[in-house]
């Protein structure tokens, strides 16, 4: 299990053992505190946005 802060706000962290896995763990957070990005309403595109959470998650230590 990893531990991750919200790439957008960083208050809310988040643990899990994989990628989808903690973007599923995200997604609450994510509707209710970032709705215009899962509206696609974001000046950040959803393939530059996930480009962006994947790059956070992979950096993360492992163990």
């Known amino acids: 299990m990893v531990r991750m ?3 957008d706000c960083g208050t809310v962290f988040f643990e899990a053992a994989s990628l989808r896995e903690m973007l ?3 997604m609450p957070h994510y ?3 970032h709705k215009d990005i899962m509206a ?3 000046s950040v595109s ?3 946005w ?6 956070a998650f992979n950096a993360l230590d492992h163990g």
């Open 50 to 55: 996930m480009e962006r959470f994947t790059s």
């Open 24 to 26: 599923t763990a995200m």
């Open 31 to 33: 509707f209710e505190a």
């Open 5 to 7: 802060a919200c790439i």
């Open 46 to 48: 959803r393939d530059a």
């Open 40 to 42: 696609g309403e974001s």
